[in-house]
């Protein structure tokens, strides 16, 4: 089997302005694209981080790419993800996922991998959660995600959304949030994004999402590094109680250091709660001095940027040899991307907590699935039936995100120039905030 052709498309879609320690995400998130066509005729794709950079690096492998097979193009590439700062270095950074220089090839060659594993699923009529190891589960569960939001539903001009879910600025429109979240998808995780208002308030909204929820339903909180160890301290002392049960605490302050600060401090006053990170821990490279430390105990694992569906499941084994748990990160995303989680999802036998996904703030409008939104039921993606994902792509949408891509002016995302222009002009993002 041959590549006879490479295309890599651009694309826009409406995205609610919703909040974290980032800043604002802007009225629309940029994806791209990956499709690879075989000789025969079978077109593989994979969906990664959108704007120019990432568009320009998957470019820039054409000449590999066109004639190889794609068992061997993923062999060919895998220096890219077995070597500098993707390999063994530490790659932690606090840019805004998507965006930090030291992981680029691992997110590049991941798109190259999910697209070859899905020409090469499609060909052999093989679902890729088999063939990358053979599936332990076929639903995979997912958690709510909740956000603080303002008012808007994303999108722009003639191209507004409807507000789906409405203002959360406080306590209570949050907890209205999540039992809208639950009663539309039957979830039955909570991973709430923190770290944008006062730390008293994200307190008071996990107590009232406990009483609202009741005391089964796992509960976390990722203020992604806005507070200082006292405050991550203090946060977790509170919240004891509700983030147990199957919660944690997660990236509560920056670095390794900070956190096993914070683990060492919770521990010293009887409370276990686990820290979890996808800012501190990013690469393979972060895991010995994270174990050395006793920083972080569960890893939050995207094939997105840990270079690809395999380098996850090493990373699942590494963390079960350290007694490491392992849960799932999300960005903003259509229905590609969310297959695509869900068939690693689907093979990872250590995986110890729902998977988080942006997927329901995004709208079908948008959606560049053949058939519309890939259906999330009692929380749950069940894996197609299908050869490779199991999508095909639906090329008029596909068409209609690019257009958008075109129309809009940014090129990347900036959270941070959002929260700017709507919200307070002096905004800078402070780590730590509190
Ligand atoms: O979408 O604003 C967001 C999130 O803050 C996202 O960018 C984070 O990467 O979901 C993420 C996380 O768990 O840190
Ligand atoms: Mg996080």
Redesign the pocket.
């Known amino acids: 089997m041959r590549i006879k052709d490479f295309r890599i498309h651009s694309i826009a879609m409406a995205d609610p302005p919703?909040?974290?320690?980032?800043g604002l995400?802007q009225p629309y998130a940029l994806r791209n694209v990956v499709e690879l066509e075989s000789e025969d005729g079978v077109v593989g794709i994979a969906e990664t981080y959108g704007g120019e950079e990432p568009a320009t690096a998957l470019e820039a492998l054409r000449e590999h790419v066109l004639g190889t097979d794609p068992w061997r193009l993923l062999g060919d590439l895998m220096p890219m993800v077995e070597s500098g700062a993707s390999g063994m270095d530490r790659s932690q950074t606090h840019h805004?996922?998507g965006e930090n220089p030291l992981d680029a090839d691992a997110r590049t060659y991941s798109a190259m991998e999910t697209a070859c594993l899905d020409l090469i699923g499609k060909s052999l009529e093989v679902p890729v959660c088999d063939l990358i190891g053979g599936r332990v589960r076929d639903a995979v569960n997912f958690s709510a995600?909740p956000?603080y939001k303002h008012a808007g539903g994303g999108g722009e001009g003639d191209d507004l959304r409807s507000d789906e879910y409405g203002e959360a600025l406080s306590p209570e429109q949050l907890v209205a949030q999540v039992r809208q979240m639950f009663d539309q998808y039957g979830f039955c995780d909570v991973?709430f994004?923190g770290g944008v208002l006062d730390p008293e308030i994200e307190i008071e909204t996990i107590k009232q999402l406990r009483q609202e929820l009741g005391p089964d339903v796992p509960l976390r909180i990722?203020p992604?590094c806005a507070w200082s160890v006292d405050t991550s301290v203090k946060v977790g002392l509170a919240l004891a109680e509700e983030l147990s049960n199957g919660g944690y605490l997660?990236?509560p302050t920056a670095s390794l250091e900070g956190m096993a600060e914070v683990r060492k401090r919770l521990l010293a006053e009887g409370v276990d709660t686990p820290l979890a990170s996808?800012?501190s821990v990013t690469s393979f490279g972060d895991l010995p001095e994270a174990v050395r430390l006793d920083a972080v105990q569960v890893v939050?694992c995207d094939h997105h940027y840990w270079g690809g569906m395999r380098q996850v499941q090493r990373l699942a084994k590494t963390c079960q040899t350290f007694g490491l748990g392992l849960s799932m990160?999300?960005?903003?995303h259509l229905g590609i991307s969310l297959l695509a989680m869900s068939h690693v999802a689907a093979a990872t036998p250590h995986l110890t907590y729902a998977c988080?996904t942006?997927y329901p703030w995004q709208t079908e409008r948008d959606e560049i699935a053949m058939g519309g939104c890939v259906p999330i039921e009692d929380g749950q993606v069940v894996i197609p039936d299908a050869g490779g994902l199991g999508v095909e792509l639906d090329h008029d949408q596909l068409e209609r995100g690019k257009e958008l891509y075109e129309k809009i002016p940014y090129r990347k995302r900036d959270?941070a120039a959002e929260m700017q222009k709507y919200v307070d002009p002096n905004w800078k993002r402070l780590l730590p905030r509190w």
């Open positions: 919703l909040r974290s320690s980032y995400h805004v996922p995600y956000f991973k994004k990722d992604n997660e990236d996808n800012v939050l990160h999300s960005n903003s988080d942006h959270d």
